[in-house]
């Protein structure tokens, strides 16, 4: 399955699409089988796709499988939910996370939620790169709750939040 968040028909030139592509293959190869299907599962209830087939990895956390965490990222007073998988950022409105900021790449970069509770993240050769607390970020980097992450001028804050557990019923 072809996802669009990836795809690079939005550039010009031969220079970025190259380094675009090699950013989508570091991508997907990070995001691996069992993330994958996390964010297939999150697709098919989003984008309507009924696939029985697809179900979150039988290994996965109790926490994860039940949502007990929320990961979200925070653009001032604007509170963007993420989901297991690949979470696009840029300005395009088919990202995840959409920054209205003519300063941020239409795909500027991505955060990978895994299966496993790991957050990372990635820039998908934007002009002007992503800056992880204060240090421009060489390639995948792992992200924890707090973390700052600017987009040109844009403070975003990543978060990870333990969801209180629902009192059961007596």
Same mark, same amino acid.
């Given at each position: 399955?072809?996802?669009?968040?990836?795809?690079?028909?939005?550039?010009?030139?031969?220079?970025?699409?190259?380094?675009?592509? *090699?950013?989508?293959? *570091?991508?997907? *190869?990070?995001?691996?089988?069992?993330?994958?299907a996390g964010d297939l599962r999150m697709l098919a209830s989003d984008e309507h796709l009924d696939d029985p087939t697809i179900a979150v990895p039988p290994n996965a956390p109790a926490a994860c499988a039940?949502?007990?965490?929320?990961?979200?990222?925070?653009?001032?007073?604007?509170?963007?939910?993420l989901h297991f998988g690949l979470n696009s950022v840029g300005r395009l409105p088919d990202?995840?996370?959409v920054i209205r900021d003519e300063c941020v790449s239409r795909r500027h970069c991505a955060v990978v939620v895994h299966h496993d509770m790991r957050c990372e993240i990635h820039d998908v050769?934007?002009?002007?790169?992503?800056?992880?607390?204060?240090?421009?970020?060489?390639?995948?980097?792992?992200?924890?709750?707090?973390?700052?992450i600017i987009l040109c001028g844009r403070r975003l804050t990543f978060h990870i939040t333990e969801l209180a557990e629902p009192v059961a019923a007596v």
């Amino acid at each position: 399955m072809s996802d669009p968040r990836l795809h690079s028909l939005h550039l010009e030139g031969q220079p970025r699409r190259d380094l675009f592509r *090699a950013a989508r293959q *570091a991508i997907q *190869a990070a995001c691996g089988n069992q993330t994958l299907a996390g964010d297939l599962r999150m697709l098919a209830s989003d984008e309507h796709l009924d696939d029985p087939t697809i179900a979150v990895p039988p290994n996965a956390p109790a926490a994860c499988a039940s949502g007990r965490f929320a990961f979200y990222i925070k653009d001032g007073s604007n509170v963007y939910p993420l989901h297991f998988g690949l979470n696009s950022v840029g300005r395009l409105p088919d990202n995840d996370v959409v920054i209205r900021d003519e300063c941020v790449s239409r795909r500027h970069c991505a955060v990978v939620v895994h299966h496993d509770m790991r957050c990372e993240i990635h820039d998908v050769a934007s002009k002007n790169g992503t800056v992880l607390n204060g240090k421009k970020i060489p390639g995948p980097t792992k992200l924890q709750s707090g973390d700052q992450i600017i987009l040109c001028g844009r403070r975003l804050t990543f978060h990870i939040t333990e969801l209180a557990e629902p009192v059961a019923a007596v």
